[in-house]
Nanobody
Framework: QVQWVESGGGLVQAGGSLRLSCTASGLKFQDYSLGWFRQAPGKEREGVSCISWTGGSTDYADSVKGRFTVSRDNAKNTMYLQMNSLKPEDTALYFC???????????????????WGQGTQVTVSS
């Protein structure tokens, strides 16, 4: 059974930073590309970032490019999302998920992703 432990969310002022972590168990971590997704109240879930199985390639939503950085440590079964210059519109529940391919699918296509975490809340105040 795959389980995720997500952490790092919280309340921060606009312009601040947070670092999210997602640690997996029950998964051959290095065989999966990994994604971050978010869902704000009243809105659909959207793709934020994805990192390939080796970490060699990444993808970002236009809204977070230049502000967010995704990384992974396969030895620790952990993926990270460094979020800088946070904006109130970044407020959402952030989820991690895995897909059993070497390279990331388009962020607009969440269908291939499985093994969803429970989410960690990020709130950015203005």
């Amino acid at each position: 059974q795959v389980q995720w432990v997500e952490s790092g969310g919280g309340l921060v002022q606009a312009g601040g930073s947070l670092r999210l972590s997602c640690t997996a168990s029950g998964l051959k971590f290095q065989d999966y590309s990994l994604g971050w997704f978010r869902q704000a109240p009243g809105k659909e879930r959207e793709g934020v970032s994805c990192i390939s199985w080796t970490g060699g390639s990444t993808d970002y939503a236009d809204s977070v490019k230049g502000r967010f950085t995704v990384s992974r440590d396969n030895a620790k079964n952990t993926m990270y999302l460094q979020m800088n210059s946070l904006k109130p519109e970044d407020t959402a529940l952030y989820f991690c998920a895995a897909v059993g391919v070497q390279e990331c699918p388009p962020l607009s296509d969440m269908g291939p992703f499985g093994y969803w975490g429970q989410g960690t809340q990020v709130t950015v105040s203005s």
